[in-house]
T-cell receptor, first 110, second 112 residues
Framework: EDQVTQSPEALRLQEGESSSLNCSYT??????LFWYRQDPGKGPEFLFT???AGEEKEKERLKATLTKKESFLHITAPKPEDSATYLC???????????FGSGTQLTVLP | NAGVTQTPKFQVLKTGQSMTLQCAQD?????MYWYRQDPGMGLRLIYY???????DKGEVPNGYNVSRLNKREFSLRLESAAPSQTSVYFC???????????FGPGTRLTVT
């Protein structure tokens, strides 16, 4: 059974204070690891897909990296508008369904 | 492109009432999904449809039924609502090659 664990559950940062969110996973045959952003009262918004260890993707202040056991979402010099819940999900084997972690709630204070 | 749309946005039901949540996508995706999201539980898959004419159970299917009406539309039905079904429901569709999913805005359901 695929498992995804995200840490920390919640993170408060000062504006400009860089940090990383962690997503640890256990799957049989990773086909993709996905990062989403979710704002309060809205549906998750797709950010990145990573397919193999060593891969990196960047978008503005966000950079996602992948190893064989975990993924990190690095946030560089965050702004208050980066405040959201960040979700990680994996797709494995021949499945057509994602397994989601519980998310990290990020708050960036001005 | 509207992406994934869901109706209604909010709904209050009494225990035992029934209702259907509607979902439509205009991205020509084959696969569609229904999730529920509860505090501390993350997104849990209720049912999915890998293609038109097929449906499969997810992690938490009890108390729900689905219909893949055509390639665009995938509905979720609660036959006899229970307070435990109070949740936020999201519909999503999946890109065929990239496998990323795109979500609708959600339906907030309260069962009293």
């Amino acid at each position: 059974e695929d498992q995804v664990t995200q840490s920390p559950e919640a993170l408060r940062l000062q504006e400009g204070e860089s940090s990383s969110l962690n997503c640890s996973y256990t799957v049989s045959g990773l086909r993709g690891l996905f990062w989403y952003r979710q704002d309060p009262g809205k549906g998750p918004e797709f950010l990145f897909t990573l397919y193999s260890a060593g891969e990196e993707k960047e978008k503005e202040r966000l950079k996602a990296t992948l190893t064989k056991k975990e993924s990190f979402l690095h946030i560089t010099a965050p702004k208050p508008e980066d405040s959201a819940t960040y979700l990680c999900a994996v797709l494995s084997g021949s499945a057509r369904q994602l397994t989601f972690g519980s998310g990290t709630q990020l708050t960036v204070l001005p | 492109n509207a992406g994934v749309t869901q109706t209604p946005k909010f709904q209050v039901l009494k225990t035992g009432q029934s209702m259907t949540l509607q979902c439509a996508q205009d991205m020509n995706h084959n696969s569609m999904y229904w999730y529920r999201q509860d505090p501390g539980m993350g997104l849990r898959l209720i049912y999915y449809s890998a293609s038109e004419g097929t449906t499969d159970k997810g992690e938490v299917p009890n108390g729900y039924n689905v219909s893949r009406l055509n390639k665009r539309e995938f509905s979720l039905r609660l036959e006899s609502a229970a307070p435990s079904q109070t949740s936020v429901y999201f519909c999503a569709s999946m890109v065929d090659r990239g496998n990323e999913q795109y979500f609708g805005p959600g339906t907030r359901l309260t069962v009293t």
